[in-house]
């Protein structure tokens, strides 16, 4: 007779993967801000080597596990995108401009999901967890009112503060409060999981 284990999530250095492209971004700003001879151009070379990083989490991906996250792809597609017009123009707003740009996508991919009957966070984490679908919902919903939560305090912040003050309140803002949000959820998450074994009885 086989034993059931629970599902598990893949990779156990996934957060190093999301966490490190935007802290290598902002230690490469610091580091380079204060470097007589690319001062002026910090954030400028700071972007690049974001984007460079970014996709290198992508192809590290690839080739140690076969996929590509969903969410990391989405990532690096804007990361690309909104660091390319930053460098190409000049204009530091563009990278500003994409964490809010991000956190509406999610907001519409989740919200547009549910609208036509499928459900874009179970889609994502139904390899890791089994729960009903009233749960799925609320925790579709959940996330859809965090994210736009998140766009509106990256427009607050952007508007209020300096780019190196915002820059630096980054991983903070963008790991931390979505680190936090997940916790908050945990345990409705764990008290509607049901294993593989339970599921089967």
Known sequence: MSTLSPKRPRGQNQLLIDLGPIVVFVLAYNILQRMP???DNAVYIATGI???VTLAAIV???????RIPPVLLITGFFVTAFGGLTIFLHDQTFIQLKPTIIYGFYTAAILG???IGQNVWRLLLGHVYTLPDRIWTVLALRWAGFFVFMAALNEVLRARLSFDAWLNSRPLFAFGLIFVFALANAPLVMKHHVEDGEEGA
Do not use: E, N, P
């Open 60 to 66: 590290y991906c690839q080739i140690t596990r076969g």
């Open 50 to 52: 974001f984007i460079a």
């Open 113 to 115: 999901s549910l609208a």
């Open 37 to 39: 001879s690319t001062k």
